[in-house]
């Protein structure tokens, strides 16, 4: 995997010499005038790196590194500050802040290089970790725990910008008889299967995680409503189409019911997937293999899809 090192600092001289160095020696680089364009770099890039300096305009390296640690709880990003002040409660400072190591100016570029590999394995082992921690055992989606994080942040997000999504809440039809008839070994491959079909088909900015048991859930960012429901009758359908074999040749396949709730409109997280879950209940209660979509208006029959 390709290591993509950020670095910030307000001089070119400083900027084209370190990113000509870090990229002679394989690493991906991308480079900010301050930290202001440093934050936005981040939040486009999946950075394993930052190098900043201390002094920037419009926003130091000290916020830099607050302000990306407050996203980053989970260590990814390994960050190094550079400054030519050898104050001691500045350090500290930048310390209590996020950074990570420190390099004095003008840069020693052998120490630079030892700094950068130090990062690369503290972040490997970091991101191991933050897999494993986030990741269902079984089917490989997010666990709960961390759907409901990154869920939170969509919806604050959407809350401040306008930026609409859906979610869509599938729970596998009758998963007790597959267990019953094949066994709990071929029920876990019908989850795993079952994850794989929405993995596929999670579009650019969604997720999906598994909500516990035989159900999932998936946010669908999309500029109406109408797209959302078609990713999730994706969903289905592929669904529909799966056919699983035991490791005794026999051949199975089951079907998925669908609750959905777009967000605009809904007063918080538990108010959104309590109303993802009544679509849900009224899909399994109203014949499964199907799709039912919070609204307004009573219930609208459109092939499999309905509207509440």
């Not at 020693?108 to 290089?113: C, F, I, K, V």
């Not at 490989?140 to 869509?168: C, H, K, T, W």
Request: proline content about 3%; some cysteine; charged content about 25%.
């Amino acid at each position: 995997m390709e290591t993509n090192v950020l670095i910030a600092d307000d001089s070119a001289v400083v900027r084209k010499i370190l990113k000509d160095h870090l990229e002679a020696s394989g690493y991906h680089v991308l480079v900010a005038r301050d930290g202001q364009e440093a934050l936005d770099l981040y939040h486009r890039n999946d950075i394993h790196i930052l190098i900043t300096d201390l002094e920037m305009p419009r926003m130091d390296g000290l916020e830099l590194c607050w302000l990306i640690r407050a996203e980053d709880d989970q260590h990814r990003t390994f960050c190094i500050l550079m400054t030519a002040d050898d104050d001691i409660q500045r350090r500290i400072e930048a310390f209590d802040a996020g950074a990570d190591e420190f390099l004095t100016k003008p840069i020693d570029m052998p120490m630079l290089r030892a700094r950068v590999r130090a990062g690369e394995r503290i972040t490997r082992t970091h991101r191991v970790m933050a897999e494993m921690l986030n990741t269902d055992y079984l089917t490989g989606v997010l666990n709960r725990r961390r759907f409901m994080e990154r869920l939170e942040q969509d919806y604050r997000l959407a809350r401040d910008d306008g930026s609409p999504f859906s979610i869509a809440l599938f729970d596998i039809d009758h998963f007790k008889a597959i267990n019953d008839t094949h066994g709990h070994s071929n029920g876990d491959l019908a989850l795993k299967r079952f994850a794989e079909t929405c993995a596929a088909h999670v579009p650019p900015g969604g997720f999906v995680g598994r909500m516990g048991g035989e159900e999932f859930c998936m946010v669908l960012p999309a500029g109406d409503v109408e797209s959302a429901i078609a990713k999730a009758e994706e969903v289905r359908l592929a669904t529909s189409n799966l056919m699983v074999t035991t490791a005794e040749g026999v051949p199975f396949s089951f079907t998925v019911s669908i609750g959905m709730c777009p967000a605009q409109g809904t007063e918080s997280v538990a108010d959104l997937l309590a109303r993802a879950d009544e679509s849900l209940y009224f899909a399994k209660n109203s014949g499964r293999n199907r799709t039912v979509v919070c609204g307004t208006g009573g219930v609208v029959v459109k092939a499999r899809f309905y509207v509440m």
